[in-house]
């Protein structure tokens, strides 16, 4: 099999990947349903769920991969991170706005 080698430390990309996908899932949520921190929450626990997948299925014999309790923690955080800016970035964005849709409040 072909092994493609990544430069770089192992839990920065595990916890860049989960905030991508934590972050995407819930801007994609978001343009079918209120998101609030209900689904917040929901979207951490379906995220927490996937990462102790791939860890778990990383003990498969012939898998050739090590599981390690430090990547599920890199991707619980980084996911954790991704749904945090989301919010506020949300927020951010809602608050300079008013009712007319209109930037700025003019």
Known sequence: ????????????????????????????????????RRELL?????????????????LIPGVNR????SDWLADMIGSGCGLLTWHFLRRKWFSSRDVSGRAGGR
């Open 42 to 58: 929901l979207i951490w626990v379906v995220m927490a769920v996937l990462a102790a997948l791939d860890e778990i299925t990383q």
């Open 1 to 36: 099999p072909v092994v493609v080698e990544i430069e770089g430390n192992d839990k920065v990309l595990h916890w860049g990947a989960y905030f991508g996908l934590s972050f995407l899932l819930a801007t994609w949520l978001s343009s079918k349903t209120a998101v609030r």
């Open 66 to 69: 090590d599981a390690d309790i």
